[in-house]
C-alpha cells in the first residue's frame, strides 16, 4: 500500500461556510475510499476563496489600516475552520465503514519561505476585497502594500506568492503520520513565515497550496502524491479541435508542453509544475493529476494525468 499525499483545492470547497460542510462530505468520501483500500493519507488543501472572505471581513470592520487582521492570522484562521470540517468530515466517513480507530488531525502549519524570493520584488497574488482606483491609490500612501487594478473589477491588494522552502511542523507532521494518523496540514499552502532575528515570523505572502503539498510529500517520502481538481485529466491544445487528454507521461514530456505554453498561468501550470517536482524529486515517485470524484481510480490508472520519471 502507499503513502499519499493529496492536494485538495479550495474552490472545491465552495465559497460559503454552509457550502463547505457539504463539499467537505464530498471529498471525505474519496479520501475515505483510499483509506478504506489501506493506503496512508495526508490532506492539504487550498484556501482562495475563503481567506479572501476572511480578510474582506476585516478590512469592512477595521477603522484603520492598522486594526486590520494580517494575512497570515488570516491564513492561520483559515487553516483552522476548514481543517475542522475535513476533520470532521473523514472521521464521520471513516466511522462509517468500521474505521473509528483511524485518528484523524489537523495542524496549523508554518512553511519557511526565503526572504530573498524574487516573487517578493513582484507581488502577483490578489487577496482581498475590491477598491476604487482612488481608495486604492489612498491605502498604498498609507502603507506599503500593492494594489493593482483587477480585470475591470477594481483595484485589489497584491501579495508575493514565494516558493516553499521547508515546513516547520515536519518532525511533528511526520511522527503523526508515522503513528498511522489520518493528518490535514499545510492548509492554503501554509502560513508563510521567514527566519528573522532568533525566531520565525509570519509575512504577507500566500504559497501555492500545490507547491507546499508537493514540498509536504517529499519531506514525508510519500509514494504518490494526487492534486485533485475540476477535470479528470490534463489536456493539450485544450479547447482546440485536437484537445488530446494526457494518461500517463513523463517529466520530460511536461516540460516540454510547458515550453510550449501548453497549460494556463495561474490555473493548470502551477498543478503541472508541481507534479513534476515531486515527480523528479526521487525516482519510483508519481504523480496524478484527477478529478475530486475518480480520486480513487487514479492509482489503478484509471483515470487521472500520472507523471513519472
Known amino acids: 500500500m502507499s503513502k499519499i499525499v493529496i492536494a485538495l483545492g479550495g474552490n472545491a470547497l465552495g465559497n460559503s461556510a454552509n457550502e463547505q460542510l457539504t463539499k467537505a462530505e464530498l471529498a471525505a468520501k474519496s479520501i475515505a475510499n483510499l483509506i478504506s483500500d489501506g493506503h496512508q493519507v495526508v490532506i492539504a488543501h487550498g484556501n482562495g476563496p475563503q481567506v479572501g472572505k476572511?480578510?474582506?471581513?476585516?478590512?469592512?470592520?477595521?477603522?484603520?489600516?492598522?486594526?486590520?487582521?494580517?494575512?497570515?492570522?488570516?491564513?492561520?484562521?483559515?487553516?483552522?475552520?476548514?481543517?475542522?470540517?475535513l476533520q470532521q468530515a473523514i472521521d464521520e466517513e471513516l466511522v462509517a465503514r468500521g474505521l473509528a480507530d483511524i485518528p484523524v488531525v489537523s495542524m496549523l502549519t508554518q512553511v519557511v519561505v526565503d526572504p530573498k524570493d524574487p516573487a517578493f520584488?513582484?507581488?502577483?497574488?490578489?487577496?482581498?476585497?475590491?477598491?476604487?482606483?482612488?481608495?486604492?491609490?489612498?491605502?498604498?500612501?498609507?502603507?506599503?502594500?500593492?494594489?493593482?487594478?483587477?480585470?475591470g473589477?477594481?483595484?485589489?491588494?497584491?501579495?508575493?506568492?514565494?516558493?516553499?522552502?521547508?515546513?516547520?511542523?515536519?518532525?511533528?507532521?511526520?511522527?503523526?503520520?508515522?503513528?498511522?494518523?489520518?493528518?490535514?496540514?499545510?492548509?492554503?499552502?501554509?502560513i508563510p513565515v521567514i527566519y528573522q532575528g532568533s525566531r520565525y515570523k509570519g509575512v504577507d505572502a500566500v504559497i501555492d497550496k500545490d507547491f507546499a503539498a508537493a514540498k509536504m510529500a517529499a519531506l514525508i517520502d510519500a509514494d504518490v502524491f494526487i492534486i485533485l481538481t475540476a477535470v479528470d485529466h490534463v489536456f493539450v491544445n485544450f479547447g482546440k479541435?485536437?484537445?488530446?487528454?494526457l494518461e500517463n507521461t513523463s517529466v520530460a514530456d511536461m516540460k516540454k508542453y510547458i515550453a510550449e505554453d501548453q497549460f494556463a498561468p495561474?490555473?493548470?501550470?502551477?498543478?503541472?509544475?508541481?507534479?513534476?517536482?515531486?515527480?523528479?524529486?526521487?525516482?519510483?515517485?508519481?504523480?496524478?493529476?484527477?478529478?475530486?470524484?475518480?480520486?480513487?481510480?487514479?492509482?489503478?490508472?484509471?483515470?487521472?494525468?500520472?507523471?513519472?520519471m
Open 54 to 85: 476572511i480578510r474582506l471581513a476585516f478590512e469592512e470592520t477595521s477603522k484603520t489600516p492598522e486594526d486590520t487582521m494580517p494575512f497570515p492570522e488570516c491564513t492561520a484562521m483559515s487553516q483552522g475552520y476548514i481543517g475542522y470540517h
Open 121 to 151: 520584488a513582484n507581488p502577483t497574488k490578489p487577496i482581498g476585497g475590491y477598491y476604487s482606483e482612488t481608495e486604492a491609490q489612498k491605502l498604498m500612501a498609507e502603507s506599503d502594500d500593492s494594489y493593482v487594478e483587477d480585470a
Open 153 to 190: 473589477r477594481g483595484w485589489r491588494r497584491v501579495v508575493p506568492s514565494p516558493k516553499p522552502m521547508d515546513i516547520y511542523e515536519k518532525i511533528s507532521l511526520k511522527t503523526l503520520v508515522d503513528a498511522g494518523q489520518v493528518v490535514i496540514a499545510c492548509g492554503g499552502g501554509g
Open 241 to 245: 479541435e485536437n484537445q488530446q487528454a
Open 266 to 308: 495561474g490555473s493548470m501550470l502551477p498543478k503541472v509544475e508541481a507534479a513534476i517536482d515531486f515527480a523528479e524529486s526521487k525516482a519510483g515517485r508519481r504523480a496524478i493529476i484527477a478529478s475530486l470524484e475518480k480520486a480513487s481510480e487514479t492509482l489503478d490508472g484509471n483515470s487521472g494525468t500520472t507523471v513519472q
